[in-house]
């Protein structure tokens, strides 16, 4: 027991604490949110969903995406469409990191949050408002405006991450 303790925290347990600790920062730092029509344009999400699709993998970062997304519904700092915009966008990037290994993966993010997270999105609101499609280009606008700069930002931080030597 002791000779694992000085090793220090299992694969699971490591990734489990990290995952928690991006939810939390998430949480704290959705302060800094544009609303924006019923959505909220939040670059900083996007750049932690970087952040967890390399560090963590795609599964490990898409449930901490959605478990920031549900404490920003809860504390009143995020919309309903945080549900589907962030997960697909953490995915994305843990996916296209298995396959690339490079930080260039951070790119991948606005694919998944405009493409599927927009898709999903309408596809919950379009029997509100009649049509799919309107809502699929409004969504994915507000989407890609929050997506984009917070791909930019997320790649920016896995490097200074890198540089410091905080990242494998």
């Known amino acids: 027991m002791a000779e694992r303790a000085r090793k220090g925290l299992s694969g699971s347990t490591r990734k489990l604490v990290l ?6 920062l998430g949480v704290l730092l959705s302060f800094f ?12 999400q996007h750049a932690l969903n970087v952040v967890a699709g390399v560090a ?8 901490s995406a959605l478990v920031t997304a549900t404490l920003r519904f809860s ?3 995020g919309s309903l ?17 298995r396959l690339l290994r ?3 993966a951070a790119f991948a993010e606005p694919f998944g949050t405009v493409l599927l997270g927009a898709g999903v999105g309408a596809l919950l609101i379009s029997p509100f408002l009649g049509a799919a499609g309107g809502g699929f280009l409004v969504l994915a606008g ?15 931080v896995l490097k200074a991450l890198r540089r410091a030597g905080s990242l494998g």
Not at 19 to 24: D, K, N
Not at 33 to 44: D, L, Q, W, Y
Not at 142 to 156: K, M, Q, R
Request: no cysteine.
């Open 19 to 24: 995952a928690g600790l991006l939810a939390a």
């Open 33 to 44: 949110s544009i609303p924006v029509g019923g959505a909220r344009i939040f670059p900083f």
């Open 56 to 63: 963590l993998g795609p599964w490990w970062a898409a449930g």
């Open 75 to 77: 504390a009143g700092t």
């Open 81 to 97: 469409f945080a549900f589907p915009g962030s997960p697909f966008g953490a995915l994305a990037v843990g996916l296209a990191y």
């Open 102 to 104: 490079r930080d260039a």
């Open 142 to 156: 507000a989407f890609a405006a929050s997506a984009i700069p917070g791909a930019v930002i997320g790649y920016l």
